[in-house]
């Protein structure tokens, strides 16, 4: 087939002519190469597409590719070409975000969020990124360094380039950002040159060398650079991210499982980690010594637990013997008028007494599994009683009368929002601020009506005016922020009511014999 498209220019026409004519010049070339003989083998076309730049055309060529129809070695390449267009989105949703806090004539004089000592944005400001996102404020922090030092202008453009080339990964670019974060632009550049040239890599279609680096390889390199070009400010550098050492919790993992992060001088970190595998290997010795059947995580030929899990043991004895010790000795903080390390634990009675197999909660973490819950309720030294509203949800009474009214006041609130009641914030109420949602300078009563919890930074940001706030009828709260961006929380007990009414579960264990005998039992 042979189409011949002949255009002839007058030059009598306008400018908006001439873009009418290029447009329509762009549709027929669009229509003749999707019409165009298919003459490419499928290792061809995955070869031609490597050296394609990331973007649109490259994601509307991998879209029209069967995965099914690909030997194992072509779905490599065929997802290593999805990881590059993967970067190049993410690059842009960075510059778009750095782009949103740069571009602000106005922001909140509020406390500055830093990274490493380096300014990012307003606490208000960075939590609407973070809205908007979907990150946490921590990622939304880091995707707006990010943004910012790879753009064009940016300090470390040449990244930005590589990695918009597909070049490199989105992980590497990252390293690059935090590795220089602390560096000047000309340092930062320097480093960049110096690593840079070794990171970038393309992969060849028929030998498959060329990967792409990995985040540890850059990681280990950027820090022998950094050193060869400024030894001296060195000390100092370390000296400003000792200032920054902390522990941090993460419940973004299943199976009533966390994570205990910390960030510790390397010598420190050490220390902690030898005197862990000192204690585990007493741990371990232990099992080998007393049989496979001594401990769970023994295994069926006597062999102990496993290093790890021997450390996260000890580390585990070593905290609760400090617990201990600050319980028994007077010495443990008073928080919301309690003296006591508490970790509450939700369970609905008809599970409690095997009845059924109803979900459980753990404050802060979120469900967790019957026979879990069961296990946590049996080891509390008290337990205290919930009662719900069975329709709607909403707490009613708390069971305990051992406080003055106003205590009671304040049990009711915190144990009717258990976490902070911003959505996205989730924090466990064990120092909450409760805050009037009207003030109590504009005549808000001090009821439970008008009470609810916030974290001490969202109590900030609605005390200073940055965060409107509504207690709703049903006990849901909604939240705005200044850009109107409108949030409402989830009701906490009536999520829960939902979880114990739908799916309901037959007890396991009950037994059904005609010679039950009705209570006292």
Known sequence: MTVRFVLVYDFGMTADTAEVRSRFDEIVADMLWHYRPKTETTAELLGRLLAVTPGIELMRELRAIKPDDLEPDQRLIHAHLWERCVAWVT?????????????????????????????????ISLDEV?????????????????????????????????????????????????????????????????????????????????????????????????????????????????????????????????????YLPAHE??????????????????????????????????????????????????????????????????????SRIDVGVLIDLP????????????????AIDADYARQLAGQGDTWRRWTLEPITGHLLDLGRTRYKPTQKLRDYILAAYPECSKPECHRHNTRFDIDHAVEWHDDGPTSAANLHTLCWQDHLAKTNGHTRVRINADGTVTHTTRHGLTRTSEHYWRTYVDNLTSGRTAPTTASTSEHDEPPPF
């Open 91 to 123: 690059d842009q949703a960075a510059a778009s975000a750095a782009g949103f806090i740069d571009a602000l004539t106005d922001p909140p004089e509020e406390r500055i969020i830093t990274r490493n000592g380096v300014d990012i944005a307003d606490q």
């Open 269 to 338: 970190a050490m220390v902690v980690y030898d005197t862990l595998t000192a204690m585990a290997t007493i741990l371990r010795d232990s099992d080998s010594n007393t049989g496979s059947d001594s401990h769970a995580d023994a295994d069926a030929a006597g062999r102990p637990r496993g290093w790890d899990t021997a450390r996260a043991d000890a580390l585990l004895a070593a905290i609760h013997a400090a617990a201990n010790t600050l319980t028994q000795t007077g010495t443990l903080p008073s928080v919301h008028g309690k």
């Open 130 to 262: 973070a809205i908007t996102t979907g990150l946490s404020p921590t990622k939304a922090s880091w995707r707006i360094l990010t943004g910012r030092a790879l753009r064009p202008d940016g300090p470390l453009a040449a990244t930005g380039d590589a990695l918009r080339a597909g070049r490199i990964s989105f992980d590497v670019a990252a390293a690059f950002v935090e590795a220089t974060l602390t560096l000047t632009d000309d340092q930062a550049t320097a480093v960049q040159g110096r690593v840079l040239p070794r990171a970038i890599s393309v992969i060849h279609p028929d030998t498959g060398a060329g990967c792409w680096r990995s985040r540890a390889w850059a990681v280990r390199e950027l820090r022998r650079a950094i050193l060869a070009i400024d030894p001296d400010a060195a000390a100092k550098r370390r000296e400003e991210a000792h200032r920054r050492r902390g522990v941090s919790i993460s419940f973004d993992h299943p199976n009533a499982m966390a994570w205990i992060n910390a």
């Open 351 to 366: 599970t409690l007494l095997h009845l059924a197999d109803h979900p459980g909660e753990i404050l802060g973490y979120g």
